[in-house]
């Protein structure tokens, strides 16, 4: 009976894989900033090359 709580101690207390969700999470956090990134990105030059054409379109 002893060999029955102790495979049972032994099953309870081993290591479980739970990195799965934290990498999940981490992905996407990972995608969220990269598409920050980009939006301000593009929102900046797009402001900036917008200018910069209207300049280019007055001059012509």
């Known amino acids: ?3 029955y709580f102790v495979r ?3 099953f309870m ?3 479980r894989d739970e990195e799965k969700g934290a990498t ?3 992905y996407g956090l ?3 900033l ?3 990134v980009i939006i301000a990105t593009v929102t900046l030059l797009g402001t900036t090359l917008d200018a910069k054409f209207s300049d280019v379109q007055g001059k012509l």
């Open 1 to 3: 009976m002893t060999e």
């Open 30 to 32: 990972m995608v969220a």
């Open 24 to 26: 999940a999470v981490e």
């Open 13 to 15: 207390t081993m290591p």
């Open 8 to 10: 049972l101690v032994n």
């Open 34 to 36: 990269i598409a920050g």
